[in-house]
């Protein structure tokens, strides 16, 4: 017969073991995202004058407004986490850091428009790996404000702990990409 005991071993068991593949998740995560990047680096570096007129068809104020927005979502994020931490309500949140990964979506789609009426797509290797990389991430920005609107449907603490803390890699991959993409 289940002890009290064995069930809050097995509990713990369980959370760890959730923690961990949260942790490698997260960190797969970046090093995918790391090796896209550094094969952005490595492009630009190898074809300067070529990254230049690349670099002239994107729209830097676009993705810095973008910069803030995820800032700003992620903030709710941890308000969430920090709120749930103390029993208090978590939907706000959790609803307006989806939200606000909902207007990055919409802000990142209008930069892509802008950028195939300039003909940035024909700009070669660098143009398909920008589109693969910001692609990939706007996917993920995507998944990640359906989840936290999931989360915020029913949130429990570890649900908002691991979207949160999902939320804060999809922010950080973000915070790296601007710079080496936009202003490098």
Same mark, same amino acid.
């Given at each position: 017969?289940? !002890? #009290?005991?064995?069930?809050?071993? /097995? #509990?713990?068991?369980?959370?760890?073991?959730?923690?961990?593949?949260?942790?490698? &998740?997260?960190?797969?995560?970046?090093?995918?995202?790391? %090796?896209?990047?550094? /094969?952005?680096?490595?492009? #630009?570096?190898?074809?300067?004058?070529?990254?230049?007129?690349?670099?002239?068809?994107?729209?830097?104020?676009?993705?810095?407004?973008? #910069?803030?927005?995820?800032?700003?979502?992620?903030?709710?994020?941890?308000? %969430?986490?920090?709120?749930?931490?103390?029993?208090?309500?978590?939907?706000?949140?959790?609803?307006?850091?989806?939200?606000?990964?909902?207007?990055?979506?919409?802000?990142?789609?209008?930069?892509? !428009?802008?950028? /195939?009426?300039?003909?940035?797509?024909?700009?070669? /290797?660098?143009?398909?790996?920008?589109?693969?990389? !910001?692609?990939?991430?706007?996917?993920?920005?995507?998944?990640?404000?359906?989840? &936290?609107?999931?989360?915020?449907?029913?949130?429990?603490?570890?649900?908002?702990?691991?979207?949160? !803390?999902?939320?804060?890699?999809?922010?950080?991959?973000?915070?790296?990409?601007?710079?080496?993409?936009?202003?490098?």
């Amino acid at each position: 017969m289940a !002890t #009290t005991d064995d069930f809050s071993m /097995a #509990t713990a068991q369980g959370k760890e073991a959730d923690s961990l593949l949260l942790w490698i &998740l997260v960190w797969s995560e970046l090093a995918v995202f790391g %090796a896209l990047l550094v /094969a952005f680096m490595v492009l #630009t570096m190898m074809d300067m004058e070529g990254a230049a007129l690349f670099r002239s068809h994107l729209h830097p104020g676009l993705a810095a407004a973008n #910069t803030i927005i995820l800032v700003l979502s992620g903030w709710q994020a941890a308000l %969430a986490v920090r709120l749930g931490a103390e029993g208090r309500p978590v939907r706000r949140p959790l609803v307006l850091a989806a939200l606000l990964g909902l207007v990055f979506v919409a802000v990142k789609i209008f930069e892509y !428009t802008l950028e /195939a009426r300039a003909g940035i797509g024909g700009l070669g /290797a660098l143009a398909e790996l920008y589109f693969l990389v !910001t692609g990939f991430h706007l996917l993920h920005v995507v998944f990640g404000a359906a989840i &936290l609107l999931l989360v915020a449907r029913r949130p429990s603490q570890a649900n908002v702990v691991m979207i949160a !803390t999902l939320w804060h890699a999809i922010d950080l991959v973000w915070l790296v990409m601007f710079p080496i993409v936009y202003l490098t």
